[in-house]
Nanobody
Framework: EVQLMESGGGTVQPGASLRLSCAASGFTNFFNYYIYWVRRSPGKGLEWVSTISGGGGVTYYRDSVKGRFTVSRDNAKNTVDLQMNSLKLEDTGVYYC???????????????????????WGQGTQVTVSS
């Protein structure tokens, strides 16, 4: 039922920008759900990147992307975006958007350490930063 689809990934040089998009469908009240961006890389494994609240008024980022990444959402379009600037080699990975399993509340960061399949996941989009 719940469907999330990431897009916008690609291969870029260090310092370049990419804008990822997550399109949601198959459920109502999209505006009530926290959305998380999570990435998987060979060296670091599963890694939380960013969080945005249902209304978009609360956002969180992991330290390594602060000042470079910006998460936003358009609830009228059922989309969440991740603007990634000044990309680094270490940003390489498959990026997923994840919907919190419950409405109206969420985590600062999802509990991936104890629940690696937390919430609903999209298929992911590959981001490769290479010189």
């Amino acid at each position: 039922e719940v469907q999330l689809m990431e897009s916008g990934g690609g291969t870029v040089q260090p310092g370049a920008s990419l804008r990822l998009s997550c399109a949601a469908s198959g459920f109502t009240n999209f505006f009530n759900y926290y959305i998380y961006w999570v990435r998987r890389s060979p060296g670091k494994g599963l890694e939380w990147v960013s969080t945005i609240s249902g209304g978009g008024g609360v956002t969180y980022y992991r330290d390594s992307v602060k000042g470079r990444f910006t998460v936003s959402r358009d609830n009228a379009k059922n989309t969440v975006d991740l603007q990634m600037n000044s990309l680094k080699l270490e940003d390489t990975g498959v990026y997923y958007c994840v919907r919190d399993p419950r409405p109206n509340d969420g985590w600062v960061r999802p509990p991936l350490e104890r629940e690696p399949h937390f919430g609903h996941w999209g298929q992911g989009t590959q981001v490769t930063v290479s010189s």
